[in-house]
């Protein structure tokens, strides 16, 4: 398993924008085959930062959903609402720490 973080600040002004583009793509995103996880983070602080978490089975399946129309027409939006570049980052899980 892929987990995929994707840290975004958006400007102030086109957070709403951001918001309405996400709850009508969530569905897609997280039917895309290979995604096994999907949620949307706001910072407690910051309200116009926000992050993507997502699972996904490997690195071919999310490079796939990057290769997609989905994908391309998402993140052309998304990424016209920026106020700095996105931070995103590959990593798998070495350990779980159980109680």
């Known amino acids: 398993m892929l987990i995929r973080i994707v840290r975004m600040t958006f400007r102030e002004e086109k957070v709403a924008a951001f918001l309405a583009n996400f709850e009508n793509h969530k569905k897609s995103i997280r039917n895309f085959p290979g995604c096994e996880h999907l949620e949307l983070w706001q910072d407690e602080n910051q309200k116009n930062i926000f992050t993507t978490y997502s699972h996904w089975k490997s690195e071919t399946a999310l490079n796939q959903y990057r290769d997609s129309e989905l994908f391309k027409s998402v993140w052309a939006f998304t990424k016209a609402l920026f106020e700095e570049k996105p ?6 899980i070495l350990e779980e720490v159980q109680k």
């Open 87 to 92: 931070i995103a980052f590959s990593s798998k």
